[in-house]
């Protein structure tokens, strides 16, 4: 297996998007993968001629669609394969991969579904599926004719390793918050990614308030009233200029980290009946994809290594606290409440373990 090079989860990402295969090399096994969403017949057809391609679904998508009682665990923590059966068309194969229809069509079976022996491979098509912003799932075949792209696993699970990350360029920037304000915007070396910092005021001996805000156009730009995260955005900064110096970090990780296509699917199985974290395991996502050591490594970058937090999630503390960050305190952050989303809010609460 080739050593993994910082340019194959981009090229991975690319390929899959326009519909093209990839071909991963793990350490237990290879895989040519097709995504289901971006497939059609033609492609399907030159991925595998003889029809004999199975499904892979992540762990979340098989609970959902109860295939984890022909699994050993419960609750299967690990990608399962579909055999593919005669009607398992692509029509079919859609059916598997995206909920829209759950609930208007059923899906009938027998489906024979089982572990694969090449979980390296598995896990980064699906990690691959996420970042690139496309359901997780695949076509599988052991080798593909012609792969647009091959690349070993572990290109995939290292992508969005924070190391990389540098201050590309930083200006003056007067905000409605603050006019004592200056963006930073960060670049690393694997994706086109651009993270950004706004720094308000200037340092005054004591730790900054920093708010870890992630991005959220409907909430952000459009004043979306089914999340918080509008209010919470504006609050902090308003709470920035009035102390006289914080750090906002925009991270761009739409919708908890499945990208912006992904969370409107989850808005619809929301419409549904569903809440926010039945949505996302439902599409066979985690809860909560996002990871908050790239917030370390902006605040390293920075220069501010210790820091007051404004959040409501225990999780971002314990994120930045194992990337090496001292959060000297946590600052409760609620703004926002209104008839659409406190619903949400109460699952934040009961479900995510939100301190609300
Ligand atoms: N997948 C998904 N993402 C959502 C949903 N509602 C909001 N989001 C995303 O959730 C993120 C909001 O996160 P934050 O406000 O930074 O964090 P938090 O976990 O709520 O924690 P706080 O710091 O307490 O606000 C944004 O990326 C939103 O796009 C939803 O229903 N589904
Ligand atoms: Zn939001």
Redesign the pocket.
């Known amino acids: 297996m080739r050593p993994a090079d910082p340019r194959d989860a981009a090229r991975a990402i690319d390929a899959i998007r326009r519909g093209w295969p990839v071909t991963i090399a793990g350490t237990n096994g290879t895989l040519a993968a097709l995504a289901i969403e971006t497939a059609d017949d033609g492609r399907l057809a030159a991925f595998d001629p003889d029809g004999r391609a199975d499904v892979l679904l992540s762990p979340t998508r098989a609970a959902t669609l109860k295939l984890a009682n022909q699994i050993a665990a419960a609750v299967p923590q690990v990608p399962v394969r579909v055999r593919r059966v005669d009607w398992l068309d692509l029509p079919a194969a859609v059916a598997l991969a995206d909920p829209a229809l759950d609930l208007a069509r059923p899906l009938a079976g027998p489906w024979i579904a089982g572990p694969l022996p090449e979980t390296d491979a598995a896990e980064a098509a699906l990690r691959l599926a996420r970042l690139a912003g496309l359901l997780p799932a695949f076509f599988i075949a052991p080798a593909t004719a012609d792969p647009a792209v091959t690349l070993p696993a572990d290109a995939i699970a290292a992508h969005d390793a924070p190391a990389t990350l540098a201050i590309a360029s930083r200006a003056r920037l007067p905000v409605e918050a603050s006019e004592a304000a200056e963006i930073i915007a960060f670049r690393g070396a694997a994706d086109a990614v651009e993270h950004v910092a706004l720094v308000i005021g200037s340092p005054d001996g004591r730790p900054p308030l920093v708010r870890i805000h992630?991005e959220?156009l409907?909430?952000?730009a459009l004043g979306?009233l089914?999340?918080?995260?509008?209010p919470q955005l504006r609050r902090a900064l308003a709470e920035m200029a009035g102390a006289g110096w914080g750090i906002l970090l925009y991270l761009r990780q739409e919708g908890r980290g499945i990208g912006l296509v992904n969370k409107l699917r989850a808005y619809a199985l929301q419409d549904q009946g569903f809440d926010t974290v039945d949505a996302n395991l439902r599409l066979g996502f985690a809860i909560d994809a996002r990871d908050f050591a790239v917030a370390a490594r902006m605040l390293e970058l920075i220069g501010q290594i210790e820091v007051r937090l404004m959040t409501n999630n225990p999780a971002k503390v314990a994120g930045l606290e194992t990337a090496g960050i001292t959060v000297a305190e946590r600052v409760a952050h609620k703004a926002g409440l209104n008839l659409h989303n406190a619903g949400y809010l109460d699952t934040k609460r009961d479900r995510t373990g939100h301190i609300l």
Do not use: L
Not at 226 to 230: L, S, T, V
């Open positions: 992630s959220c409907t909430g952000d979306s089914k999340c918080d995260c509008g």
